[in-house]
C-alpha cells in the first residue's frame, strides 16, 4: 500500500547559494506548507536582484521582500494566487523592470500540477540550482489541479527533471532539497503506484472519484481528501475514466 508521503522526496540541500534569499510568506496551513517561499537571488557586486513568486496579497510579507533591496525583475513558476496575488503591488512597491544582471536564467517547462508551470534553472557564481515553484515540493507530494493540471504531462515534466542530477531544488513550498533528479524520480514511482491502485480501484467497483479516493486514501486524514480528488480526476482522465461530478472545493499543493 502507498501511503501518504509528508517527508522530503529527497535529501534535504545544506547550504543555499551566498546569491539566494528565501523569504518566507505568513500563509502556512495543509495546502501552503510553512508557507510560500519568496526566493530573492542577488548577485554580489550587482545593485538589482530578480524575485521569484512574491507571494500572496500580504502587506507585511511584501514589503520585508522589497526591504532586501532594489528589485530588476519578478518571475512567478505559476498563477496560483499563493504564488502571485501580490505580484502587482509588488510591483508597485519595487518597480521592478526587468533587469537580471549577473544571472543566467532558463525557464524550463514543467506542466501538469497546473498548465502554466515552469521551472527556473538558474546560474551564477558557478553554482546552478533550480526554481521547482510546486511541481517539486520541498516536503510531501502535490495535487495535479485538475482540470487545468494534466497528469500526463506532469509525468512528462517530471521525467524531464530527472535531467537535473545533482542540482538543488528550491521549491514553492518547504525546505530546499540537494537533488532534483532524486526528487524527480521518488515522484514518479510514487506517481506510477498511486495509479496502480487507482487501477485497483477501479477493478474492484469504484465508479466516482469520491468512491476512489475513500479506497486508495483510507489512511488519510479525510481533511485532505477534497485535495485528492483533484489529483484522482487528473488519475482517472490519464486512465480515460470518468470520475463524475466534483465535490472539491479550491486547493493546490500536498496532496497524498
Not at 466516482?208 to 485535495?227: F, I, T
Amino acid at each position: 500500500m502507498v501511503g501518504h508521503v509528508t517527508a522530503p522526496a529527497a535529501a534535504l540541500a545544506d547550504r543555499l547559494p551566498d546569491w539566494v534569499t528565501l523569504v518566507r510568506a505568513p500563509n502556512p496551513g495543509p495546502m501552503t506548507l510553512d508557507g510560500t517561499n519568496t526566493w530573492v537571488l542577488r548577485v554580489p557586486g550587482y545593485e538589482r536582484s530578480v524575485v521569484i513568486d512574491p507571494g500572496p496579497l500580504d502587506e507585511g510579507h511584501l514589503r520585508a521582500v522589497a526591504a532586501t533591496g532594489p528589485v530588476g525583475a519578478v518571475l512567478a513558476t505559476h498563477g496560483h494566487p499563493d504564488h502571485v496575488e501580490g505580484l502587482e503591488r509588488f510591483v508597485e512597491l519595487t518597480g521592478a523592470s526587468d533587469d537580471t544582471s549577473g544571472l543566467a536564467i532558463i525557464s524550463v517547462p514543467a506542466p501538469g500540477h497546473t498548465a502554466d508551470s515552469v521551472c527556473f534553472l538558474v546560474e551564477a557564481d558557478g553554482e546552478r540550482v533550480i526554481f521547482t515553484g510546486d511541481t517539486i515540493l520541498g516536503r510531501g507530494t502535490t495535487v495535479v489541479a485538475w482540470p487545468d493540471g494534466n497528469l500526463g504531462d506532469y509525468l512528462t515534466s517530471l521525467q524531464a527533471l530527472t535531467g537535473y542530477e545533482g542540482v538543488p531544488a528550491l521549491p514553492g513550498h518547504g525546505p530546499a532539497l540537494a537533488d532534483c533528479a532524486a526528487a524527480a524520480r521518488f515522484y514518479l514511482a510514487h506517481r506510477r503506484a498511486r495509479l496502480d491502485q487507482v487501477r485497483q480501484a477501479i477493478s474492484e467497483g469504484a465508479q466516482s472519484a469520491q468512491e476512489v479516493v475513500a479506497k486508495v486514501y483510507a489512511d488519510v486524514d479525510p481533511s485532505l481528501w477534497p485535495a485528492a480528488e483533484w489529483s484522482v480526476r487528473a488519475q482517472l482522465a490519464y486512465l480515460g475514466h470518468d470520475g463524475g461530478e466534483s465535490t472539491s472545493g479550491s486547493v493546490w499543493l500536498d496532496s497524498p
